[in-house]
């Protein structure tokens, strides 16, 4: 249990039947009346972000959240498999508790697999990723408009905007954070 007076960004708490992670917190002392503790929290389950006012001095229970390091092996119908470094055990996630991240799954990817109480709650990426562009446009010549960008394919099948130079079996680094192109590797 922790008081609310003691929430900070990062702490993740059991709210509700739900998991949520504090993502910034901010204490009011009105003129009247007691103290309040105004939280954003994500929901570790769904990912939607809500504000949640507590009063000062509740107790609120936290959430242990276990992260493993694990290697994404593959992904077969709609299942990703991937192995734990160190006991090689396998685990298998369906498409809908990858979500999104799949667009940056690579094989070999080293990646946290976060968990609740034996419940999987998701993926942690690296912060960036190397890509290898298979398919893209060739750059037509005398179009060098500023921080021109046209689209290009990855290995792993999403989408990026890329520099005009970028050419067809080049490896770029993409941003898992919001899925842009960072540099070339």
Do not use: C, W
């Not at 009011?28 to 769904?46: D, F, H, S, W, Y």
């Amino acid at each position: 249990m922790i008081n609310t007076n003691d929430l900070k960004n990062g702490i993740t708490i059991e709210f509700d039947g739900n998991i949520f992670v504090v993502l910034n917190t901010e204490h009011v002392k009105p003129g009247k009346g007691a103290a309040i503790v105004k939280a954003k929290l994500k929901n570790l389950r769904t990912g939607a972000i809500f504000e949640q006012t507590f009063n000062a001095g509740i107790k609120v229970a936290t959430a242990r959240i276990e992260k493993q390091l694990m290697q994404y092996l593959y992904n077969m119908n709609d299942v990703y498999y991937f192995m734990n470094m160190d006991s090689y055990e396998q685990l298998e996630l369906a498409k809908s508790s990858v979500g999104d991240d799949a667009n940056f799954l690579k094989e070999n990817l080293e990646v946290y697999i976060t968990s609740y109480e034996g419940e999987v709650l998701g993926l942690q990426l690296p912060d960036k990723v190397e890509l290898v562009v298979t398919h893209t446009e060739p750059a037509v010549k005398g179009n060098t408009t500023n921080n021109a960008l046209k689209d290009a394919e990855v290995e792993t099948g999403m989408n990026v905007r890329v520099p005009l130079f970028i050419e067809e079996g080049e490896t770029i680094i993409v941003s898992t954070a919001d899925g842009k192109y960072v540099s070339r590797a």
